[in-house]
């Protein structure tokens, strides 16, 4: 299989509130912005193990999902993937450790690892809800800048052709057929 050039992975699961900003993020960079060169941007939600086939797929991806780490809600990490088995994806969560074992899976076929990273940020509240805590909802907008940022350090130009809000998007998981773009 032909290697591809670059993925923005959301993985998250939008039922259980800030556990889903990674679904969120992506949804909104890909109604709202083109990327140049071309970037693909998938929503994984909590896939886990069955998005192997990315990580064999692309060069490189940037994964952006919640992280548990001993710090303040809606601080921001941007970590290198072979040091995410050490600070945990999600911790506890439906998608950690599939999306972790993607990257052992290709360790242990003897496959070429993607370059990765995960620009992740600290949960406030993970519940049953379809919505983001005040905190990580006042947050977003640094994080997508982050994650904007993080693109353009490898060579994206990001365009802003759409402005379609975070409430929007959060309840197109509501209502999908609500949803209009």
Known sequence: MKKNNTLLLGIGNVLQKDDGIGVYAAEYLLHNYTF??????INGGVEGIKLLDLFIEYEEIIIIDTIMIEDTPASIYNIPAQKLG????NSGSAHEIG???C??????QAKKRPKANIIGIIPQEITFEFALSERLTEAF???IKVIL???QSKGFEA???DDISLEKI???????ASFRV
């Open 36 to 41: 140049t060169p071309h970037l693909s941007i």
């Open 86 to 89: 050490g600070y945990g994806l």
């Open 99 to 101: 999306v972790l074992q």
């Open 103 to 108: 990257l052992d899976m290709l360790d242990m």
């Open 141 to 143: 907008d640094g994080y």
């Open 149 to 151: 940022a993080d693109l």
């Open 159 to 161: 365009t802003k052709h």
């Open 170 to 176: 959060i309840n197109k998981f509501k209502d999908p």
